[in-house]
């Protein structure tokens, strides 16, 4: 199974004051506006950060 937001590599940032990222080996990352979210960040925490307005793809795409 492959996930679009692994193999497209694109960068997200955070757009909220605080994120806790959660990557594929269980560890979790605080990430502050403006930051970049981890790229091994787990799919589904990406879907969901993106509809709740958190985050947005780097670029200003979406």
Known sequence: M???????????????HLVVAETFDGQRTYVYRNG???EDT???QVRQLLAE???RPVGGGR
């Open 2 to 16: 492959t996930h679009d937001y692994v193999t497209s590599r694109e960068q997200y940032v955070v757009v909220g």
């Open 36 to 38: 970049l979210l981890p």
């Open 42 to 44: 787990v799919p589904a």
């Open 53 to 55: 307005g958190f985050i």
